[in-house]
């Protein structure tokens, strides 16, 4: 479904004449330095996660209050013009969405650590002031790797082949950020872009009621844009 989604998008993209990003005032005018036809991205960067909310039990403790831990994350994605100023963003996503617990509810000292590994799909609109834009809209994902391990290191955790308890297939989230596109080459046609996105789980990573696996996302890193 994501392949055909993407395919019908790219179709979208090539088949139009107007350029989404087309324009400027003053010094800009004519001379546009941000992406303005289909765009090809290649993205990395790090994720800072930590327990949204709620009360996440396993092995009779329970656990609310994460530590922050930086994980990497990647995409490769497009830019597909659609109205002025505006361009819709597909992106294919590796996200670590780990985390760490330095103890239990109660001070009880037994750490966790819960490694979540997913591959899914951002659909975002991007609109841009100038080369300065703002992206919003959602993120598709399913764990490939769910697992856990009382630990203070994660890689326990990775390499852990307990599972989190009736782990979810499909976690939803909201996603919203900032980038700066700035060309790196004299044509605008190549693009180094910084950017920071805060995503925002909607479900939990299990699905036992009452048992609440959230994880909230700041993410920096830079995407490398083509002009297809």
């Known amino acids: 479904m994501a392949a055909a989604a993407l395919a019908v998008f790219s179709t979208i993209g090539l088949s139009s004449h107007a350029y989404a990003q087309k324009g400027g005032v003053g010094q800009l005018y004519d001379e546009v330095t941000w992406p303005q036809s289909m765009t090809v991205t290649l993205g990395g960067g790090a994720n800072a996660n930590w327990q949204k909310s709620g009360t996440f039990s396993v092995d009779g403790l329970n656990y609310?209050?994460?530590?922050?831990?930086?994980?990497?994350?990647?995409?490769?994605?497009?830019?597909?013009?659609?109205?002025?100023n505006t361009m819709l963003v597909v992106r294919a996503e590796y996200n670590d969405y780990s985390l760490q617990f330095d103890q239990a509810v109660g001070g009880i000292q037994t750490p966790l650590v819960v490694s979540l590994l997913t591959v899914g799909?951002?659909?975002?609109?991007?609109?841009?002031?100038?080369?300065?834009?703002?992206?919003?809209?959602?993120?598709?994902?399913?764990?490939?790797?769910?697992?856990?391990?009382?630990?203070?290191?994660?890689?326990?955790?990775?390499?852990?082949?307990?599972?989190?308890?009736?782990?979810?297939?499909?976690?939803?989230?909201?996603?919203?950020?900032?980038?700066?596109?700035?060309?790196?080459?004299?044509s605008s046609t190549i693009w180094l872009t910084p950017e920071a996105f805060y995503t925002y789980q909607l479900n939990s990573a299990t699905r036992i009621p009452g048992n609440v696996l959230k994880v909230a996302t700041l993410s920096g890193g830079a995407s490398l844009k083509f002009a297809f």
Do not use: C
């Open 64 to 84: 609310d209050q994460s530590h922050g831990l930086a994980n990497p994350n990647f995409s490769l994605g497009l830019e597909i013009p659609m109205l002025q």
């Open 121 to 186: 799909g951002d659909v975002m609109a991007k609109y841009s002031f100038n080369n300065f834009h703002v992206m919003a809209g959602g993120e598709i994902s399913t764990p490939v790797n769910a697992t856990y391990a009382h630990s203070s290191h994660i890689e326990d955790a990775t390499h852990s082949t307990v599972e989190i308890p009736d782990k979810e297939d499909i976690i939803g989230a909201l996603k919203g950020g900032v980038g700066y596109d700035i060309p790196v080459n004299s």
